[in-house]
């Protein structure tokens, strides 16, 4: 008998693969054209032909519906009414997206088809030229809790039931606190059979030709994240220690370590054995201790990082398997995705997103989608993808951000994650133009969600998506790809080497360096430069053999093996480009030694070794006590850093958060305090030929400028964890980056797109890279005539967005699209 064939170690059921493979047989006609037939009672109707695909359009991946490219943006009807999606499609609107709760196992799937059949029906009763993306669920029924139990999430004590429920989102009905364990193949098998009945029946329905595609959610509020980890009803717990968790991860061990004296010295543990390793024991602290300051001990702690890698894999091979089941079902004919990469987010390892990054390299999945960060998302802030959305772009995948902007007729104390909400219209108009010109300028596309059926459904907002829509769709006939001279670099692979943040606070020490360094950096700081930056994965940047950036900022390039490190030498390291290397670059080395001479090889452990070869001069590692992060400029650093108040500390998150307590019902200002983490790295003083710039209260550099001999390059480096916005753009100046402000705007800026939202009323001077029309894109208005500078007023917490181009060819392309709208079926 043949092994079952698997993903990334985990067995594909037998019983699965033949709903596959007959998935794959019965789908060989034309998509949307069915042979009738019966279901149960219902004759079926000959469908029209009806495809969804991504393509090239403007230079960047577009959705295109039967040969016709769609631009931003969809709405999501949500909580809204069906009555309300009638007002939307008056408005320029003709893609949906509608949800089905639970797409039902055996037993239970007559319903979902019931619910799936009942709401698209309705939506093309209200919008009859709609395309809708239809979204589910995967979570299991009662009924396989009860019949299932030993394949439930477990508890290091045996039980199943510590979950206090979901996220309280208003309206929703309560659900079981049970789940099924992600590892479960019994879960995966009726989860993806169920998967294959609900895309075959929505196939063979008159409507097909309807459907954009399939959106498959999973976990925590379908946004594939684990339950929990802090909604557990005691903190001294965790997850999952379930006999299929338990089976993953040893067949993770085997596929990972091949035989038991390998493994052993991995885990320094002479008495392992691969069939009957157990997973990290409790309490959870055991999980969350961080032995080498910040990080994991590869050499004490490699238990816990290959459980995580194996709790982690068990999230992305699930999406990936049930999204083949969906595109084979559909025969390719739809687009399939779901939430993933989240990357803005404060649990990191336990959210089950650490391989985020493989999923858009899966032929199955065609997008992803997240919402914005939930911090620091008010007027006048910044409001920024989860993903590497450049990554995606180059995949030729698409993200769709899913806008869930609070409005000033929405209630402010509801809501899974209590925001601010705008205090008045004006306000309220400005945060969706942000949200818009985002999406536009990043190449990018999008949903309006309206978690509450007030939110959308007011004429001053229904005119501006009108008018957003029509700028959105004459967009297509322009340039939309980035050219962009800075790139932000994340780096999955690190994530692995380092504890779950269980703390909400982005600047708490306890939560280790990435809710401080990818979130609140990324969107306090650097979404202020000045200038469009491209968000990208470190090795879709390192497969590029000439990137075009001038400016690179290595968020967190913690784990490099000596291919990378390769790459980064050869691709990166050029004349002309400058390196901005964020804390602990290069810390880790996964290889094992080779040459074995303890003056280079280094440990696999963290070791400075690693890093002092990486950036070419030596750092020192301080622990046993908290070191404030906290910098001062030095006098070579004044010079450095003209935009930088001489003597003014920097070095952690500084900009006020605004907190909403939803209990209290209070909305109040959160400054952060200076941190201190439980080590420090620092440049050492005795290397020659390096500039330090600034340094810690007792005199430490703490960063410092290099020149590499061999490219005449400068290259950065931050022991800290945060850098403000002026020094950034003091360093992109002398890089020769394309700076369109020279204050601490949010810009975002494509091709033929340039985005300003601010906070503080006045008027702002932008810098053009080429000659060109400056047009009003929202309102159509001619701002200046072939300017390579142009002066605007702002209101306070308004957004403008400019076309850049010829102003004849857009108001020809904003009239055509008018025009194509008005000429739309009306209901």
């Known amino acids: 008998m043949h092994p079952a064939p698997r993903i990334h170690g985990f067995p594909i059921p037998r019983l699965l693969l033949r709903h596959l493979v007959a998935a794959t047989l019965t789908t060989l006609v034309p998509i949307g054209i069915t042979a009738s037939g019966t279901e149960g009672n219902t004759v079926l109707q000959p469908a029209t032909p009806g495809v969804a695909r991504l393509e090239t359009v403007g230079g960047v991946p577009t959705l295109v519906l039967d040969g016709q490219p769609f631009g931003a943006m969809m709405i999501s009807r949500c909580r809204a009414s069906f009555e309300q999606l009638a007002e939307f499609s008056k408005n320029n609107f003709q893609l949906y997206q509608e949800q089905v709760p639970l797409i039902g196992q055996d037993g239970s799937s007559a319903r979902a088809l019931q619910t799936a059949e009942e709401r698209i029906t309705r939506i093309l009763k209200f919008a009859p030229d709609a395309y809708i993306l239809l979204r589910f669920n995967t979570n299991a029924p009662a009924s396989f809790l009860e019949e299932h139990p030993g394949e439930l999430i477990q508890f290091d004590d045996g039980r199943a039931d510590h979950f206090l429920g979901r996220l309280p989102i208003a309206g929703r009905a309560p659900i079981p606190t049970r789940y099924p364990s992600l590892a479960s193949s019994v879960w995966r098998e009726q989860t993806a059979a169920a998967i294959h009945r609900l895309v075959r029946h929505v196939e063979t329905r008159p409507y097909a030709s309807r459907i954009i595609g399939y959106m498959i959610g999973g976990g925590a509020t379908g946004e594939w994240n684990y339950w929990g980890p802090q909604k557990f009803d005691s903190p001294d717990i965790d997850i999952d220690y379930s006999p299929p968790m338990l089976a993953a991860f040893r067949r993770l061990l085997r596929d990972k370590y091949t035989n038991e004296a390998t493994l052993r010295l991995a885990w320094a543990d002479p008495r392992v054995m691969l069939d009957t390793a157990p997973p990290p024991p409790p309490p959870p602290p055991e999980r969350r ?52 990469g989240y990357l803005l987010t404060t649990l990191y390892l336990a959210s089950g997103h650490t391989f985020g990054d493989e999923l858009i390299r899966s032929p199955d999945i065609d997008f992803l989608a997240g919402p914005p960060q939930y911090k620091y998302c008010g007027p006048g802030d910044a409001t920024l993808d989860r993903f590497t959305t450049e990554s995606m772009k180059r995949h030729g995948k698409l993200w769709f951000r899913e806008a869930d902007t609070k409005t000033s007729f929405a209630d402010p104390w509801t809501g899974s994650h209590p925001r601010i909400a705008p205090p008045d219209l004006f306000q309220t108009l400005g945060m969706l133009k942000r949200e818009f010109s985002e999406v536009l300028c990043h190449g990018n596309n999008g949903w309006w969600y309206p978690i509450e059926p007030t939110y959308f459904n007011h004429p001053p ?170 910098l001062r400029l030095s006098e070579q650093g004044r010079s450095a850093f003209p935009s930088w108040a001489p003597g003014q500390k920097f070095g952690h998150v500084r900009r006020p958060e605004i ?86 705007e949010i810009v975002s800026a494509s091709r033929s797109f340039l985005s300003c939202h601010v906070a503080v009323a006045g008027e702002r001077t932008f810098r053009l890279r080429r000659k060109s029309d400056v047009v009003d894109a929202i309102t159509g208005e001619l701002v200046a005539r072939q300017a390579l500078t142009f002066t605007a007023s702002i209101a306070a917490f308004d957004t403008k967005l400019y076309f850049l181009g010829d102003a004849a060819e857009w108001h020809q392309a904003a009239a055509d699209a008018s025009n194509w709208f008005q000429a739309r079926p009306k209901n």
């Not at 322009?478 to 001279?485: E, G, K, V």
């Not at 291919?563 to 290397?581: E, M, Q």
């Not at 710039?693 to 005199?699: E, H, I, Q, S």
């Open 461 to 630: 907002i229904l005119d501006l998506f009108a008018r957003m829509q029509t700028t959105g769709r004459a967009a297509l006939r322009f340039p939309r790809d980035s050219d962009a001279d800075i790139a932000v670099v994340a780096d999955f692979q690190s994530l692995l080497y380092s504890a779950p943040a269980h703390s909400a606070a982005i600047s708490d020490p306890a939560a280790g360096p990435f809710p401080a360094l990818l979130e609140g950096f990324r969107v306090q700081e650097i979404s202020r430069i000045g200038a469009p930056v491209d968000f990208i994965g470190l090795d879709d940047l390192l497969a590029d053999p000439s990137p075009r950036y001038k400016f690179v900022i290595l968020l967190n390039t913690f784990a490099l093996d000596n291919a990378r490190r390769h790459l980064i030498d050869t691709r990166l390291r050029r004349p002309g480009r400058t390196l901005l290397w964020m804390f602990a670059s290069g810390i880790f080395n996964p290889d094992p030694d080779t040459n074995k001479n303890p003056e280079t090889a280094g440990d696999p452990k963290l070791d400075t070794r690693h890093m002092n070869k990486l950036l070419g001069h030596a750092v020192e590692i301080a622990d046993g006590r908290p070191f404030p992060y906290e």
């Open 659 to 744: 907190r909403v307590d939803s209990k209290a019902r209070s909305v109040s200002r959160f400054t952060h305090p200076v941190p201190a983490y439980p080590m420090r790295l620092a440049a050492a003083a005795s290397t020659p030929a390096i500039e330090v710039l600034a340094r810690f209260p007792d005199g430490a550099a703490g960063l410092v400028r290099t020149r590499r001999q061999a490219t005449g390059a400068a290259e950065y480096w931050s022991g800290v964890l945060v850098l403000p916005a002026e020094m950034l753009r003091d360093m992109a100046r002398e890089a020769g980056c394309h700076l369109f402000t020279d204050t601490s």
């Open 289 to 340: 201790r961080m032995d080498s300051g910040m990080f994991y001990n590869p050499r004490t702690q490699r238990r816990v990082m290959d459980y995580y890698e194996a709790y982690n894999r068990a999230m992305t091979d699930s999406l990936l398997l049930f999204a083949r089941t969906a595109k084979n079902a559909s025969a390719g004919g739809r687009l399939v995705g779901g939430f993933n």
